[in-house]
């Protein structure tokens, strides 16, 4: 079988796919598969690089490194890539891997295409993908589960520009600097800031409204942010829980995946009634959903042992500095075993999804 691994994109965490497409292609087991590299640029352009037959290579071999990137963006497209459209990754015996992460890659886009072209995928489904993006109709689901959550105040760039004031009154009636800002549909802390005044607040908002027209602002609490991996299409499996150990309030973008400033602790140093009680909302954040496939569910863990779900992400980051597959290794399951079980459960789900459509017919 022909493994598609579906990488780069045209959200701001395009680099970090790339580096998770190469770490997983490193962990595919090629006695099985063989791997075809698609690369999606920042601009939108799908490029089909030679195929992958052995683990042994190198990030060129997976089209572009990094530096690459600026090649394809000025038009000097390097041999060993060639321009595709993307209905052209369409083909009998084959999965894809959609290493994508934020807009255009988890948030339902490329899980509706490829459902049209009718071709199994590794991660959660079309609905699934959407709600767990969207910061604010996955709060909501959320509380229908009964899963606590920190207080917010949420609207979009429409009610920003008619309402500012009224939502600034909203935002510091209900809430307590610091706040959170953050873009309804972002991750890994793009277009996030934390905020202490009324004027920061204001410019922070005109931030995160560059990457989405709606906005969430949370309050800001004195916790411990604890994570849990989730694993499972009906059959739902929960990893041990990671603790990030902070040496500052806050990590944005660069302190995470540039500076890498960010300790993982696994697994986590919490009471085992906390430490059940985390799984046990990961899970219930999973069905919300309607999860499939793969999930990291990320928590707050207050001083005083109160526990706030914080977000959770489909299609989490495979690098080196990733916490989820760190989480399978300490619960158990190698990484190269992790890539196997998710293409495992995207050939269930589709050969499920397909008996179904055709016994409806």
Excluded at 201 to 208: C, G, N, S, T, Y
Aim: negative net charge; aromatic residues 8%.
């Amino acid at each position: 079988m022909k493994i598609i691994l579906l990488y780069g994109g045209q959200s701001a965490e395009h680099d970090i796919s790339i580096i998770s497409a190469h770490n997983i292609a490193q962990s595919i087991m090629y006695n099985l598969y063989t791997v075809q590299p698609v690369y999606i640029s920042k601009t939108g352009q799908w490029i089909k690089g030679p195929e992958l037959k052995q683990p042994s290579f190198s990030d060129q071999q997976l089209i572009l490194t990094i530096a690459d990137q600026a090649e394809w963006s000025e038009g000097n497209h390097p041999s060993k890539g060639v321009a595709i459209r993307p209905g052209d990754i369409q083909e009998e015996e084959t999965i894809v891997f959609p290493v994508l992460h934020g807009p255009n890659g988890e948030d339902g886009t490329i899980q509706g295409f490829l459902e049209v072209l009718n071709m199994p995928y590794v991660g959660a489904g079309i609905t699934a993908s959407a709600n767990g993006m969207d910061k604010i109709i996955s709060k909501a689901l959320f509380t229908q589960m009964g899963i606590p959550q920190v207080p917010y105040v949420s609207f979009n760039d429409i009610e920003w520009q008619k309402q500012q004031e009224e939502l600034i009154q909203k935002a510091e009636g209900t809430l307590l600097y610091p706040l959170f800002v953050k873009p309804a549909n972002m991750g890994s802390s793009v277009g996030i800031s934390k905020v202490q005044d009324k004027e920061s607040l204001i410019q922070a908002v005109e931030e995160a409204l560059h990457y989405d027209r709606r906005i969430v602002v949370e309050q800001g609490i004195q916790a411990e942010e604890c994570e849990v991996a989730v694993l499972g299409n009906d059959d739902i499996h929960v990893s041990c829980v990671g603790h990030l150990i902070k040496k500052q309030d806050f990590y944005d973008y660069s302190e995470k995946y540039v500076n890498n400033t960010v300790e993982m602790e696994i697994p986590a140093q919490l009471p085992d009634n906390i430490t059940q009680t985390i799984q046990d909302y990961a899970r219930k954040a999973y069905l919300a959903i309607d999860g499939a496939g793969l999930s990291r569910v990320d928590f707050f863990v207050t001083a005083s042992q109160d526990i706030y779900i914080n977000e959770i992400n489909t299609m989490p980051g495979f690098t080196q500095y990733s916490m989820y597959p760190s989480l399978w290794q300490a619960t158990g399951l190698e990484f190269r075993d992790l890539v196997e079980e998710l293409l495992q459960l995207a050939l269930r789900r589709y050969e499920s999804r397909t008996s179904q459509s055709q016994s409806q017919e």
